[in-house]
């Protein structure tokens, strides 16, 4: 087992990994602050490093040594190791797309709950649990399924079918709870804490971060250790964003790279919490909006990991933007005419991002540019019903078009 | 370039490969009979097939010695390579389960649409097509959309506006042609033979199956080269079916394993079109029934490659079963809560078959099975929506309930 110790970015303090010790004593589970830190001067002057990554099959395990677990489930040889694709893209030569749609569960959330999983059984814990009404939660039932640990997921009685349908075929229990989301992720945090319940919150259990930073570890490798100038990350919890950040910022630590990219995190006009807090600048206080957006997993009024991703982004000298659902509709329907990729619809917002940022002349031809998809688009076929052509022909007229 | 030729397997006519040529011209279009021959004698005696495997990263074109095309495309390394899970279920202890939703497009089809699109760039040609509601059209779509080639797919007008979307969204021109299926198809292929499209209908392009062949190989390198003793497989049009056969065929042809499983092809109760004509026996006359499934991308009552499928199925000693829409439905629920694999009906057919013939007492506990399971269960949400459960909690009742 890797050598670890949790720390507090708000108040520094540090604190000794101890199961069920997920939030900083003084300021609280609110919101998350603890974060993991490793014995980064003992990996600095390792030469094996870049042997152990390619020693081994490409997944999120390629990276052991700057993990807090061991991977000891069916899928987790089979998380990770996504593929990163190289397109010339509105006029920009490199662009560079991490495609996490080919994940198990077809999103990014694999990452993290490998790891929730990983460490539930370290701890010999036999229920995990989660609110969430989409991805997580369903990363979750799947990939712990055949494991003996139990999953419960908390979710609003009023999610659709489909979405309730796919967590119960994964074999996990589902509390439809009446309530708003909110709601519902507070009364299921505090009985999950209150019974010792292991907690797939990512932004709560420091943990989770560790699994999604693998992320960045990939874009690096598969990029030839060459890093690029911007990263474009959807944002809503915060949590994705934030552990790009870690991961880009610990391969740096540890001398595999030499510099950060600049992070830009792409959140919708109709929701755009965590840039409120961003922008109003130092010290970031956390605040609860009202609000929507057609891509449902960056829908966050009350974002949880707001404090670690406003105080990463300004390290990295990065920045948030915000688009309108109409320019998310048109980001997945151009990505995928220019790529073929389908992505959620918030996936498909750093596409809609680099359009913006091009526009306004901030990402220019000679960057390197990095749009990490985190979604497959069948997770939402819904969102795109609206784009469609609706002309047919008779079969008369079909021929009659080729003729 | 591999060295091959063209065999038609109901008259053993040879034919040199031609653009264009995809039907052998005694024996017609209507069904497809035609197969891919390679130089197996040399292929025998390399002493580096194997090393020429594994020096390769995983993905379908690991087993370029034994495919018609080279890879040109961007998606091509990411396709193939999907995960081998091996499971102890319903009381028999090695189930392995190949699992090809998490292809790029989420369905085994990318194996053959990456061979149609190899194969048009070699060509030249300047337009794929398919006629196709399903999981081809979108692949096609998909891999497609970053080429200069164009791709036409024509559909029936009333499919449902989500399954167009996605093909629109990955840069298809779809032709909504007021018509049923087998009316679209087979003006869609008329038309697209006589003008020189190339043509990505797996049952009358032979080199299609050789990319879909590419599963079967990896089964059995997953499984360091032991083969397993039964194969199940959902079967619609026959194409998946043949290919496997052929892959095991060609892996014992040219010595790598000295068994061919027995491949048990599993179809719907409903529409049972190609198990009607095998267990009528031989010939193997095609004949096209009406009928229906809840299993859409197997709901084929006029299949295509029917002769192979059925030749083939002889020749492994295998055999075809059936599942009512309530074993298929069962069948994805069982599966989602053993494994957590989430397949789409088609998908899960082979594990409902497998079910059956354990009661039946035709599988036993000691022989080793691979289940195929062809894609994702995200592509059909619809179908499940009817397992869940309705029950619902107050906050109150949640709180009492873990007192």
Request: proline letters at 4%.
């Amino acid at each position: 087992m890797n050598n670890y110790f949790l720390r507090c970015i708000t108040c520094k303090k540090e604190f000794d990994p101890q199961p069920g010790l997920y939030y900083c004593e003084d300021c609280g589970y609110i919101m998350g602050t603890l974060e993991v830190v490793y014995d980064y001067d003992t990996l600095r002057v390792d030469a094996f490093l870049k042997e152990r990554i390619f020693d081994k099959k490409a997944s999120m395990y390629q990276f052991d040594f700057l993990l807090p677990t061991k991977p000891k489930c069916k899928f987790d040889e089979h998380i990770g190791g996504t593929p990163l694709f190289r397109f010339d893209l509105l006029g920009i030569k490199n662009v560079l797309v991490k495609y996490d749609g080919s994940n198990p569960s077809s999103s990014y959330k694999d990452r993290a709950s490998s790891v929730a999983i990983n460490k539930a059984l370290d701890e010999g814990n036999d229920i995990l649990f989660c609110a969430s009404t989409g991805n997580a939660a369903s990363s979750l039932a799947m990939l712990n399924a055949h494991t003996d640990i139990k999953t419960y997921i908390f979710v609003p009685a009023s999610i659709p079918a489909g979405k309730r349908a796919q967590l119960e075929i994964s074999g996990a229990e589902v509390m439809a709870v009446e309530g708003t989301y909110d709601e519902v992720y507070d009364v299921s945090l505090e009985l999950g804490l209150k019974k010792g319940w292991y907690c797939r919150h990512a932004a709560i259990n420091p943990y989770l971060l560790e699994g999604k930073k693998t992320g960045a570890f990939e874009i690096i490798i598969q990029n030839d250790f060459e890093v690029p100038d911007y990263v474009l990350i959807g944002v809503g919890d915060g949590t994705v964003i934030s552990s790009l950040y870690k991961g880009f910022w610990e391969f740096k630590e540890i001398g595999l790279t030499d510099k950060i990219p600049r992070i830009i995190g792409v959140q919708a006009e109709g929701i755009p919490a965590i840039k409120e807090v961003f922008d109003k600048g130092k010290p970031y206080v956390p605040l609860a909006i009202k609000g929507n957006t057609v891509a449902d997993s960056i829908s966050v009024g009350n974002p949880r990991d707001v404090i670690k991703a406003c105080t990463y982004i300004e390290a990295c000298n990065g920045y948030f933007i915000a688009l309108t659902d109409e320019e998310i509709l048109d980001a997945i329907a151009e990505l995928g005419k220019e790529t073929g990729l389908f992505a959620e619809p918030a996936g498909a917002v750093p596409f809609g991002g680099l359009k913006k940022l091009i526009y306004e002349e901030k990402i220019t031809e000679s960057d390197t540019v990095c749009l990490v998809i985190t979604g497959n688009g069948l997770k939402d076929v819904s969102a795109v019903e609206g784009l469609i052509n609706t002309e047919s022909l008779s079969i008369k007229e079909l021929e009659k078009r080729f003729e």
